[in-house]
């Protein structure tokens, strides 16, 4: 009996050690993959509500002081009529400053983990920073249609501090009653 609890151990033992080498392995994978500025293949949301929903985004890079190219992207299915005016609320703890010089509104081919998203035709647009550089408000020289896909692009250093930065989505429709709407939200991590 004792020479079969000797085998039967050590095969435990190289399966423990197997499985050590392969939680060092995935936790190497998982820093490499939050070093892309991407949502992560597989996240885990721990508040459903029915009021908050999830947008795609693309940040160049996550890592604080960093300089970083920013696609906050809204897809075709992300709304349902044209847009008059678009609103994003920046975070008031997001502390780096906006030129709105850099900001632009683009017609995009969403990407996804496949492939990347591309902006390419810039919409003629005015761009405004209110609310003490805490809301970029943009509107269009025309309505932006809902069947296509569009992005805010703008390059801003990253804040100082890390952490998860909500910036939310408010779209103005035509119609009779100017009102804004709430489209979604991008939530972006920002790394040490």
Request: a positive charge; hydrophobic letters at 40%; one cysteine or more.
């Amino acid at each position: 009996m004792a020479r079969l609890i000797r085998p039967l151990a050590g095969l435990a033992a190289a399966g423990l050690l197997a499985l050590g080498s392969g939680a060092l392995i995935s936790r190497q994978a998982a820093k490499a993959q939050g070093s892309v500025g991407t949502p992560s293949i597989l996240e885990f949301r721990w508040d459903s509500n029915k009021d908050f929903k999830k947008l795609y985004y693309y940040v160049s890079d996550t890592e604080r002081n960093r300089w970083a190219e920013y696609f906050l992207v809204l897809r075709g299915k992300d709304r349902k009529a044209a847009i008059l005016k678009l609103s994003i609320t920046v975070p008031s703890y997001f502390n780096t400053s906006i030129d709105i010089q850099k900001v632009h509104l683009k017609y995009c081919n969403a990407g996804g983990y496949a492939k990347r998203t591309k902006c390419e035709e810039t919409i003629p647009a005015e761009v405004k920073l209110t609310d003490n550089g805490k809301r970029i408000d943009i509107y269009p020289t025309t309505p932006v249609p809902p069947d296509k896909s569009i992005a805010v692009v703008f390059t801003v250093p990253n804040p100082f501090n890390s952490g998860m930065y909500q910036f939310n989505a408010l779209a103005q429709a035509p119609g009779d009653i100017p009102m804004a709407g709430y489209l979604g939200s991008w939530v972006i991590e920002i790394t040490n």
